[in-house]
């Protein structure tokens, strides 16, 4: 069974930084696509990025391409998500979540994902 832990929320300036860590527990970390996932109130889950198990490549969201970094270290079983440069629009619940059997056109879709963290909240101020 897979159990994904965020860490690394809290309330930032804008134009400041924060690093969110998810930590995996289960097996065969490596053969897992991770995924970071936000919801605001009133709005849908928004992809922001995930990251291959096999590969190590990364994708990202529109809205943080340049500014935010997906990594992983499958020694720790973590991913991390460095934030960078943000802004009040980036206040959110930010989610974890991971699939070992995604193909590249479904990385984006919340839905395609089986295993979710609770979401740590990540609040920038104006």
């Known amino acids: 069974q897979v159990q994904l832990t965020e860490s690394g929320g809290g309330l930032v300036p804008a134009g400041g930084s924060l690093r969110l860590s998810c930590k995996f527990s289960g097996s065969n970390f490596r053969s897992y696509t991770l995924g970071w996932f936000r919801q605001a109130p009133g709005s849908e889950r928004e992809f922001v990025a995930c990251?291959?198990?096999?590969?190590?490549?990364?994708y990202y969201g529109d809205s943080v391409k340049g500014r935010f970094t997906m990594s992983r270290n499958n020694a720790q079983n973590t991913a991390y998500l460095q934030m960078d440069s943000l802004k009040a629009e980036d206040t959110a619940v930010y989610f974890c979540?991971?699939?070992?059997?995604?193909?590249?056109?479904?990385?984006?879709?919340?839905?395609?994902?089986?295993?979710w963290g609770q979401g740590t909240q990540v609040t920038v101020s104006s």
């Open positions: 979540a991971a699939d070992c059997q995604l193909i590249t056109s479904s990385l984006r879709y919340a839905s395609q994902y089986d295993y």
């Open positions: 990251i291959k198990g096999s590969s190590s490549s990364t």
